[in-house]
Nanobody
Framework: QVQLVESGGGLVQAGGSLRLSCVAS????????MGWYRQGPGKQRELVAV???????VYADSVKGRFTISRDNTKNTWSLQMNSLKPEDTAVYYC???????????????WGQGTLVTVSS
């Protein structure tokens, strides 16, 4: 079993910053891509950012230049630094990872439970 646990959500004023973190634990052989998704009120879940094993990164256009994703492979953690937050960034943020649990298994995807980020205007 693999568990992903997020932390760092909360309430912030527009223009402020928050840092989200996710830690993966359990039966982990390796983690391929590590990412963040969000789901705003009345919206579908969308990709925010993903960082791959090669350290290549993809950001949603709406967060480019404001958010930074990073990973620490030694600790199975990854973070999302969010700056210049806007009210439209209000959402539940979920971490996501492609995890291989043993050298004999294929990748499976796992989700965290979500953390709420609220940006007030």
């Amino acid at each position: 079993q693999v568990q992903l646990v997020e932390s760092g959500g909360g309430l912030v004023q527009a223009g402020g910053s928050l840092r989200l973190s996710c830690v993966a634990s359990g039966s982990i052989f390796s983690i391929n891509d590590m990412g963040w998704y969000r789901q705003g009120p009345g919206k579908q879940r969308e990709l925010v950012a993903v960082i791959r094993t090669s350290n290549s990164i993809v950001y949603a256009d709406s967060v480019k230049g404001r958010f930074t994703i990073s990973r620490d492979n030694t600790k199975n953690t990854w973070s999302l630094q969010m700056n210049s937050l806007k009210p439209e960034d209000t959402a539940v943020y979920y971490c996501n990872a492609g995890v291989i649990t043993s050298m004999f298994e294929i990748e499976s995807r796992y989700w965290g439970q979500g953390t709420l980020v609220t940006v007030s205007s």
